[in-house]
């Protein structure tokens, strides 16, 4: 029973390149979270979506930064014209339809040059 | 808003030492508790939650309870281990509406070192 899976597990780009970060959930999973954790930072929520549907993205930076969570495939955090701020760790989690506790994936390692 | 302050760290102890870590927190309804756990380079593990006021969360040794008077949620430990070194978290989630989940709040992490 595989867990929440995320890839790739380190990215680097450099200035003005774009991002793009990918979630699988926990099989029977339909809710998707992405949380950022800056460097001696505690993690931060960005977007929490459901199948074809962002129920909340409060968290989320108003420029550069998506999410989306398609009928079919992955969830995929795209951030365009990634600047040297955005070098943080990327979590995602996932939770069965109802139910609070979130189980989280080893997170993408972003690093912008 | 809702938030959640746990005490800082670095905390470090000897094997088989006592283990606190204070977590308190503010909320405008009846959140959720939960502690996390995060080993170097990993992502986090939940290591227990409580859902009502006076429930006792527990596991593989620890545990916290759930106390509205005092809207804190301390994490214990009788006798730590060296493979117990990693960063702790304490979290809140606010009570979903039905069928929704909800968005976890953290604290800034504590991290534990235990030496032998």
């Known amino acids: 029973n595989a867990g929440v899976m995320q890839n790739p597990r380190h990215l680097v780009r450099r200035r003005g390149q774009e991002a793009r970060l990918r979630c699988s959930p926990m099989?029977?999973?339909?809710?998707v979270y992405w949380y950022r954790q800056l460097p001696e930072e505690g993690l931060k929520f960005m977007v929490y979506?459901?199948?074809?549907?962002?129920?909340?993205e409060s968290g989320m930076p108003k420029e550069r930064f998506s999410a989306e969570f398609p009928k079919e495939g992955p969830s995929i955090l795209r951030i365009q014209q990634v600047v040297r701020g955005d070098s943080a760790a990327y979590f995602c989690?996932?939770?069965?339809?109802?139910?609070?506790?979130?189980?989280f994936g080893p997170g993408t390692r972003l690093l912008v040059l | 808003g809702d938030s959640v302050t746990q005490m800082e760290g670095p905390v470090t102890l000897s094997e088989e030492a006592f283990l606190t870590i204070n977590c308190t927190y503010t909320?405008?309804?009846?959140?959720?508790l939960f502690w996390y756990v995060q080993y170097p380079g990993e992502g986090l593990q939940l290591l227990l939650k409580a859902t009502k006021a006076d429930d006792k969360g527990s596991n593989k040794g620890f545990e916290a309870t759930y106390r509205k008077e005092t809207t804190s949620f301390h994490l214990e430990k009788g006798s730590v281990q060296v493979s117990d070194s990693a960063v702790y978290f304490c979290a809140l989630s606010e009570a979903p509406l039905y069928n929704q989940g909800g968005k976890l709040i953290f604290g800034q992490g504590t991290e534990l070192s235990v030496k032998p």
């Open positions: 989690a996932s939770s069965p339809l109802g139910r609070e506790t979130q189980y």
């Open positions: 099989k029977g999973h339909s809710h």
């Open positions: 979506l459901q199948k074809e549907n962002i129920i909340d």
């Open positions: 909320a405008t309804g009846y959140p959720s």
